[in-house]
């Protein structure tokens, strides 16, 4: 994915700010494909995606824009997630004992809570990008190569963090 210069302006803070009209016009298809790939449902992802950008032109004026691909990649993960825990709410996805299905199936606060709580600690005890790499190959179904690529790492290390997050997940499946 090929990262284009946006046009950009100054904003009160002395930063650039988005113009959220060019960033439709550059990125709607990555953005759909994107919400396409995550939710499996063309009139969900078409839903998701027209949120995103509906959330780009009301905070044009607080974002930057020195990375557009970046900032509208993570929203749209970010959407499609809050999507398809609403959607988990109202459609249980399993009567499955482990600890992800229990956090993909949360319905009632004090789950939803729980939820919260678990993945705040095994995401906390990892980088940030480490939840990008998770997303990235678990959910999108990215190879380790390309992954590794997307996130400037070598494919072992990509691998690593991987693999650091499996071990988390076990201790806490034993908690």
């Known amino acids: 994915m090929e990262a284009e210069n946006v046009e950009i302006a100054e904003n009160g803070a002395g930063h650039a ?29 078409v839903d998701a995606a027209q949120e995103v950008f509906i959330i780009v032109h009301e905070k044009q004026d607080l974002l930057h824009a020195g990375h557009p691909v970046s900032l509208l990649w993570r929203m749209a993960t970010n959407q499609c997630l809050k999507e398809l825990q609403r959607y988990s709410t109202r459609h249980k996805v399993s009567d499955g004992d482990s600890l992800l299905e229990r956090i993909a199936s949360a319905g009632d606060d004090e789950e939803r809570h729980m939820s919260r709580g678990v993945l705040k600690k095994l995401f906390g005890k990892h980088p940030e990008s480490s939840r990008t790499i998770a997303v990235l190959h678990l ?17 072992n290390g990509v691998r690593k963090r991987l693999q650091a997050l499996r071990d988390t997940l076990k201790e806490l499946e034993g908690v």
Do not use: H, I, N
């Open 17 to 45: 700010a988005v113009d959220a009209a060019e960033l439709f016009r550059k990125y709607w298809p990555m953005v759909l494909r994107r919400c396409r790939s995550m939710l499996g449902d063309t009139d969900r992802a």
């Open 139 to 155: 959910v999108d179904g990215f190879t380790l190569e390309e992954t590794a690529q997307m996130v400037k790492m070598s494919v």
